[in-house]
């Protein structure tokens, strides 16, 4: 049997505006348009109006965590960076 | 710090494990036939179910079922994802699977007979499915725990259209509540049989606990299906098919009979009413599939060398 | 934060699970007032509508478990699920103008062959069955798909309101279907040399039911202001199968057409060896259990 399996696509969705684009998992896709396609096909199903972004996965470039201390520590003291440093009251929507 | 006790330290202290992060051999291993299998399942699960699609008594129930089976599609596809994240392919998954050296859930080697039976596995399989499933939403890998917390999203509207299903026949004619009820009978013990052998007999266990891959044993799962269940048949009016099982004060859990074991390794070892089929059904379509996928390659590389 | 969705969806929202949930609300807020027209008509007209619809959408659904790739198996029943929604509006609708007290699935399930009004194109097996393969699927989602959508595209104005807002949301679904068509046309026709003879064979297969799509029913000529005459559809559907045949380098299919019967074809109740086997699938357990409740 002949074996032709489609490459790997990263898919990343924007969920509403006002948001990042997230990554939500992968696809197989023989090129970009089918995998953009089969990206609303499965990850967003009907919810028209988001955005959606497919990336080979080949083409992206990870650090390893392994690697994690030259890497991340200079973020690390900056806690200021981080949403959860900001007391916000319990109320306020969406934050 | 050495990688092996980084490793353990990270899963002792409920961190998840990433891609790229140095695993043991055994870890990784395990993991590949876990998600593997889990993924077999849900693809080999879309066929029982799938059967009655063209034959829905109804256009909403055609609806609802045929949502349902295309997310099975759906979730064998986010745990293949998974698994690829661990270097094993799909296609190579694929091929092991219709070849018969791969496993998965025997459940789905048991024929589907009458409407009934979308209700009751709804209920009982995909509940017993849930049972196993959430826990692993918490598992020690993050991409299979990631893909599980979606899987658990869309596994609870499949729970509840089958229980939906088996209410709306109870409220029916005299025939519809003797289907269910027959349903219930043939779908009982395998539902079961889910949760795998017992603890004294799991060989894979004790080192997946260690490893945070699986949260609880067997027999604790079960335990709680038995007892998430009883009550929800008697709302149904229905009958468990076991006439040994009874509330137990003293353990605050119900007691249940013994599962035949006999046809559990049985069905496991492929000799369960439908196995062979089940692969055929899959293998057929991956096959008759073959010249389309090619195509959609041939056509990609041929853009990619014209640009 | 243990969850990875939680910026995706408004967790705990029901509808945010999967389909399967939610189907009323598709036309909310629409005037269901029925337009000052001939009763028998204005129903047969939402039945030739909502058939095309219901029985293609069992064919469609048959590719569940058997595409040709998971993620196509996926695209596929999402496309069967858009027409099954528009089927069970529209007949729907059929019931309430009719107002004998049917709903849709008294029309869908007790309805016998010669009562049913779809298209020819509709029925015809082009696969996975013996009748067909995916070239085949895909050169029927085509035709199908264009020919709907520029129907529709005209629908929107109708003077029935229902028909209007089923028409102006079955837009969006339909140009989805139609471009994922087009995306497999290329794709077979620039393939491998077998996928481009699948192709070739699929649209030649389909293409002898399109004349069919195009003639003007009695009972379309009968509803101006409310039905569309499919004739009008013809340049744009001709456009469009021209602009993707071109951009796969294929020629129009030189077959000659499935006649009618005395004139009389999908629309008028007359169809062919295989709608019957159809409707046997579709309706026993519903018939074979009278009083039943699903």
Redesign the interface.
């Known amino acids: 049997m002949t074996k032709s399996s489609w490459p790997l696509y990263e898919v990343f969705v924007r969920g509403k505006r006002g948001l990042n684009h997230v990554h939500v998992g992968s696809l197989h896709a023989p090129d970009d348009e089918m995998a953009l396609r089969n990206a609303r096909d499965l990850y967003t199903r009907r919810n028209e109006g988001v955005s959606i972004w497919v990336v080979k996965a080949e083409a992206i470039t990870a650090s390893s965590p392994d690697e994690k201390d030259p890497f991340f520590a200079p973020s690390g003291d900056k806690v200021y960076r981080h949403p959860t440093f900001y007391a916000i009251p319990e109320d306020v929507p969406h934050l | 710090m050495d990688l092996e006790r980084q490793f353990e330290q990270t899963v002792a202290a409920d961190h998840r494990v990433e891609p790229r992060d140095w695993m043991p051999d055994g870890y990784r291993a395990t993991l590949i036939r876990q998600i593997a299998q889990h993924a077999h399942s849900e693809i080999i699960g879309m066929q029982p179910e799938g059967n009655w699609i063209s034959r829905a008594p109804s256009l909403r129930r055609k609806a609802v079922l045929l949502a349902k089976v295309q997310d099975e599609a759906g979730h064998g596809l986010y745990l293949y994802a998974a698994a690829e994240t661990l270097g094993a392919d799909r296609a190579e998954l694929t091929e092991k699977l219709i070849e018969g050296r791969q496993k998965y859930s025997s459940i789905f080697n048991y024929p589907t007979l009458t409407y009934a039976d979308v209700g009751v596995i709804g209920w009982l399989v995909d509940g017993a499915a849930i049972c196993n499933q959430v826990p692993l939403c918490r598992t020690s890998y993050g991409p299979y725990a990631r893909a599980m917390i979606r899987v658990c999203k869309e596994e609870s509207f499949h729970q509840r259209q089958g229980y939906e299903l088996l209410m709306t026949m109870m409220s029916g004619t005299r025939q519809q509540r003797e289907m269910v009820q027959d349903s219930v009978n043939r779908w009982w013990w395998p539902s079961l049989m889910m949760f795998g052998p017992s603890d004294a007999e799991s060989s894979n266990t004790e080192q997946s606990m260690v490893w945070r891959i699986k949260r609880h044993t067997n027999d604790e799962l079960r335990q709680r299906f038995v007892d998430m269940s009883v009550p929800q048949a008697e709302k149904l009016g229905v009958t468990l098919p076991d006439p040994a099982l009874v509330w137990n004060p003293d353990r605050g859990h119900h007691d249940f009979g013994e599962i035949d074991w006999t046809e559990f390794w049985q069905v496991v070892k492929g000799e369960g009413p439908c196995n062979a089929e089940r692969i055929a059904h899959r293998r057929k379509a991956h096959e008759d599939g073959a010249w389309v996928r090619e195509a959609a390659t041939a056509y990609a590389r041929k853009k990619e060398q014209a640009a | 934060m ?4 939680d ?3 408004d967790a705990g929202e ?1 509808k ?6 939610g ?1 009323t609300a598709a036309l909310a807020g629409v005037d269901r007032a029925i337009p000052d027209a001939d009763r028998d008509s204005l129903t047969a007209y939402c039945l030739m509508l909502g058939d095309d619809a ?1 029985i293609y959408s ?1 064919r469609l ?2 590719w ?12 596929l ?2 496309i ?2 858009d027409l ?2 528009q ?2 509006l529209l ?1 729907s609708r059929a019931a309430e103008i009719e107002g004998v007290g049917r709903d ?2 008294a029309l ?2 007790l309805r016998d062959e010669r009562e049913f009004r779809n298209v020819r194109l509709a029925e015809i097996d082009c696969g ?1 069955g013996p009748g067909g ?2 070239g085949t699927t895909i050169a029927r989602l085509l035709i199908f798909s264009t020919w709907r959508l520029a129907v529709f595209q005209r629908l929107v104005t109708s003077a029935d309101p229902v028909l209007a807002a089923v028409a102006a949301k079955g837009i ?1 679904e339909l140009a989805y279907h139609r ?2 068509a087009a ?1 497999w046309v ?3 026709a ?3 040399e ?2 481009r003879e ?1 192709i070739v064979a699929g649209l030649d297969r389909v293409w002898a039911f399109t004349e069919e799509l195009f003639a003007t029913h009695r009972v379309e000529a009968a509803l101006p202001g409310i039905a569309v005459d499919p004739a009008s559809a013809r340049a744009e559907f001709d456009q469009v199968i021209d602009t993707v045949l071109n951009a796969a380098g294929l020629d129009r299919p030189q077959v000659k057409q499935v006649a009618a019967l005395a004139g009389q074809a999908g629309r008028d109740g007359v169809h062919t060896a295989a709608m019957g086997f159809l409707l046997a ?2 309706q ?3 018939r074979s ?1 009278p ?4």
Not at chain 3, 67 to 75: F, H, R, T
Not at chain 3, 291 to 294: D, E, F, N, S
């Open positions: 243990d969850n990875a969705y910026g995706l969806t029901e945010h699970w999967a389909f399967g949930t189907f219901l069992q659904a048959e569940c478990s058997r595409a040709p790739e998971l993620e196509e198996d996926v695209a029943a999402n069967a699920l099954l929604g089927a069970r007949l849709e699935d869908a399930y996975p393969d995916f969006k471009d994922h995306q290329l794709r077979l620039g393939g491998t077998y996928s699948r699938e579709l026993h357990i519903a259990m009083g039943a409740r699903w």
